[in-house]
């Protein structure tokens, strides 16, 4: 059973562009939740979104940032219009109901030059 | 202090040694976990413990959590290199839609030969 998988492992983008964060999350998992983890932070919290449907989105910045979780293929983060401040580690958890563990992908390292 | 602070910050030991680690947080929770992050790497899952728990085993660890005070010990016995890691503690709320975490800032553990 494979686990959390994410893609790319490590993206880099320029000011400007856009960034599109890829998480499948374990099988038999439907609750996916992103995280987001700058240099030397714990990981802060950003939406959690079932299939098809954005549960929490508490914790996501109002403006160029999205996420979806269609019924089929993986969940995306959207980052639109990259400035340096989204530099971070973006991680994607999964769980098979909210009551459960959370497992964790191996994360996305995000680089805006 | 915010919720799910680790203290200490970091810790240095020598192989063979104890090490303990403390959290402590804010508003009423459902479960406590605990998770492990090797330098640059994905979240381990290493523990869950519930709000009516007030201990837990596995392998080497052994969490507790007392709710009165709020807060939560992880103790990693006969600690090995292999250990040196960032441990974080992660809460997930009573009120609040789903069931997402809240981390700490971590605590850097190594271990020393």
């Known amino acids: 059973n494979a686990g959390v998988m994410q893609n790319p492992r490590h993206l880099v983008r320029r000011r400007g562009q856009e960034a599109r964060l890829r998480c499948s999350p374990m099988?038999?998992?439907?609750?996916v939740y992103w995280y987001r983890q700058l240099p030397e932070e714990g990981l802060k919290f950003m939406v959690y979104l079932q299939k098809e449907n954005i549960i929490d989105e508490s914790g996501m910045p109002k403006e160029r940032f999205s996420a979806e979780f269609p019924k089929e293929g993986p969940s995306i983060l959207r980052i639109q219009q990259v400035v340096r401040g989204d530099s971070a580690a973006y991680f994607c958890?999964?769980?098979?109901?909210?009551?459960?563990?959370?497992?964790f992908g191996p994360g996305t390292r995000l680089t805006v030059l | 202090s915010q919720q799910g602070e680790e203290d200490p910050q970091a810790l240095s030991i020598q192989e063979g040694e104890n090490a303990t680690m403390n959290c402590s947080y804010k508003t009423s929770i459902n479960n406590l976990q605990w998770y492990r992050q090797n330098s640059g790497r994905g979240l381990v899952h290493l523990i869950l413990?519930?709000?009516?728990?007030r201990e837990k085993h596995s392998g080497r660890l052994r969490v507790t959590l007392d709710t009165s005070k709020k807060s939560s010990s992880l103790l990693i016995t006969a600690s090995r290199a292999a250990d040196t890691a960032s441990y974080f503690c992660?809460?997930?709320?009573?009120?609040?839609?789903?069931?997402?975490?809240?981390f700490g800032t971590g605590t850097q553990l190594k271990v020393e030969l």
């Open positions: 413990i519930r709000s009516n728990e």
């Open positions: 099988k038999g998992h439907s609750h």
């Open positions: 992660a809460t997930d709320a009573v009120t609040g839609g789903g069931n997402k975490l809240t």
């Open positions: 958890a999964s769980s098979p109901n909210q009551y459960n563990e959370q497992f």
